[in-house]
T-cell receptor, first 114, second 114 residues
């Protein structure tokens, strides 16, 4: 079964600074990979996804993520954070075939300071 | 227009009661899901329906029973509520069952059992 690890429970970043959130997955093949964001009191929103092809994927709200097969990682980045980026971020993985379930990481809480 | 809506947003009830949470999506999607998010924000799938057919049924107590009257609605009924059922329950939908993991989430229902 696939699993997802987000090593950072909480990250604090200054407004305007860059942000990188780490995600590592465990799976026998290349899974489908996702980043979701959950703003306070809201449901989850898909930021970006990777299925195949270019390993650098662009998402909404200025986010991008890079898939590195050798490191089993799918890290999320943003060059300059805004106060509205304060939220919970979830990495998720799903297998290419068979089980159609998303498995989520434990999430990373991002706090943005002025 | 809200894509995925849930009612109620908050639900406070006593142990032993029976309660229902309703979910509706107006996206024309075929597949709907119920997730449970615990106090540590860990998100885990509970059920999934595709065109009113149950396709994912995780290991959850029999006290939880989903029901899909049509493909736009997926309700969750919980019998004999326990303290451990306190959580945020999210409904989600996706366009198709196979290889489509872009899920749209509702705002969540915060259930508190006292």
């Amino acid at each position: 079964a696939q699993s997802v690890t987000q090593p950072d429970i909480h990250i604090t970043v200054s407004e305007g600074a860059s942000l990188e959130l780490r995600c590592n997955y465990s799976y026998g093949a290349t899974p489908y990979l996702f980043w979701y964001v959950q703003s306070p009191g809201q449901g989850l929103q898909l930021l970006l996804k990777y299925f195949s092809g270019d390993t650098l994927v662009q998402g909404i709200k200025g986010f991008e993520a890079e898939f590195k097969r050798s490191q089993s990682s799918f890290n999320l980045r943003k060059p300059s954070v805004h106060w509205s980026d304060a939220a919970e971020y979830f990495c998720a993985v799903a297998p290419e075939w068979g089980d159609y379930k998303l498995s989520f990481g434990a999430g990373t809480t991002v706090t943005v300071r002025a | 227009d809200t894509a995925v809506s849930q009612t109620p947003k908050y639900l406070v009830t006593q142990m032993g009661n029976d309660k229902s949470i309703k979910c509706e999506q107006n996206l024309g999607h075929d597949t709907m899901y119920w997730y449970k998010q615990d106090s540590k924000k860990f998100l885990k799938i509970m059920f999934s329906y595709n065109n009113k057919e149950l396709i994912i049924n995780e290991t959850v107590p029999n006290r939880f029973s989903p029901k899909s009257p049509d493909k736009a609605h997926l309700n969750l009924h919980i019998n004999s509520l326990e303290l451990g059922d306190s959580a945020v329950y999210f409904c989600a939908s996706s366009q198709e069952r196979f290889r489509s993991y872009e899920q749209y989430f509702g705002p969540g229902t915060r259930l508190t059992v006292t």
